[in-house]
């Protein structure tokens, strides 16, 4: 957000101001997999869902990955995860520090690459930067590929995106019923 100041003034010298605050609207960007910040024992891989690009995978229980994210503001936020798998699947535990903030259930697909989308909530205590941890949990064997993550908060009007993002920027997205962006 920026805020902006309009100062007018007259021949007497008499001054008056006014300033208004302006959000730049941007989409929500999707977190891809393969962006972390620190892992253990995953690998990348190529991948055929919708935009290609590289996901996550060969991924056995107590795998883990950390994203550095920035979130906007603290509370309660849908997470969708992007999977896909062939075997019996997992959880993705979701940490922050030593707190667990939510879990998403991983179930077979039919394949390697037939990709769903796992929806859950987490609840973030703050806003700012912070390390977003995933645990990947289940049985023996590789469990699931993960292609991306998305994060918006709950609650919000409709069409309205409060984001985290890997990559530094965070921001709000407001938009009618009709996908219109309001201003």
Not at 135 to 153: D, P, V
Request: with cysteine.
């Amino acid at each position: 957000s920026f805020i902006l100041t309009a100062v007018a003034s007259d021949s007497l010298g008499n001054e008056s101001s006014a300033s208004i605050t302006v959000t730049v609207l941007v989409d929500p960007p999707v977190q891809q997999a393969e962006d972390y910040s620190a892992m253990y024992g995953i690998q990348t891989e190529a991948c055929t869902d919708v935009g290609g690009g590289q996901n996550i995978g060969y991924i056995e229980n107590s795998d883990w990955a950390e994203y550095s994210i920035n979130l906007p503001s603290a509370g309660c936020y849908t997470v969708d995860f992007r999977a896909a798998t062939d075997k019996a699947g997992g959880t993705i535990q979701m940490k922050v520090g030593d707190s667990e903030i939510g879990s998403a259930l991983v179930s077979n697909t039919g394949d390697w690459q037939a990709w769903v989308t796992v929806s859950t909530t987490a609840t973030f205590d703050t806003a700012g930067p912070q390390t977003l941890r995933l645990n990947f949990i289940g049985g023996s064997g590789y469990l699931y590929n993960l292609n991306w993550f998305e994060m918006t908060k709950v609650g919000a009007p409709s069409g309205y995106h409060a984001w985290a993002s890997t990559n530094g920027i965070t921001g709000e997205r407001a938009a009618d019923d009709d996908g219109d962006v309001v201003r």
